[in-house]
Nanobody, 127 residues
Framework: QVQLQESGGDSVQAGGSLRLSCAAS????????LGWFRQAPGKEREGVAS????????DYADSVKGRFTISQDGAKNTVYLQINSLQPGDTAMYFC????????????????????WGQGTQVTVSS
């Protein structure tokens, strides 16, 4: 059974930092492309970060570039999202995702690349 479990979400003030974790079971994350997505109420799901392989140059949405960092620990089978300089616009449910590296290319941050999803962890940023 494949399971992705996010943790680390919290309610914080603007300017703060969070580190989100996504622990996997049932799959080995180093064999998959990985991504972080977020969705705020009334808004579409947005891909914020992705990693093609453990040592690839990550891809980031323009809205988070310079503040978010995606990384992976193969030994722990865990993917992370470091979030710095949090802004109220970062308030959302954050989901980690994994998917195959083959198939048509839609874009590094396109959800169609990902077939395994976690349940999400809530990040709330107050001003």
């Amino acid at each position: 059974q494949v399971q992705l479990q996010e943790s680390g979400g919290d309610s914080v003030q603007a300017g703060g930092s969070l580190r989100l974790s996504c622990a996997a079971s049932g799959i080995t994350l180093t064999n998959y492309r990985l991504g972080w997505f977020r969705q705020a109420p009334g808004k579409e799901r947005e891909g914020v970060a992705s990693l093609y392989t453990i040592n690839s140059v990550p891809d980031y949405a323009d809205s988070v570039k310079g503040r978010f960092t995606i990384s992976q620990d193969g030994a722990k089978n865990t993917v992370y999202l470091q979030i710095n300089s949090l802004q109220p616009g970062d308030t959302a449910m954050y989901f980690c995702a994994a998917g195959p590296r083959y198939g048509p290319f839609y874009g590094a941050l396109d959800a169609r690349h990902f077939n395994y999803w976690g349940q999400g962890t809530q990040v709330t940023v107050s001003s």
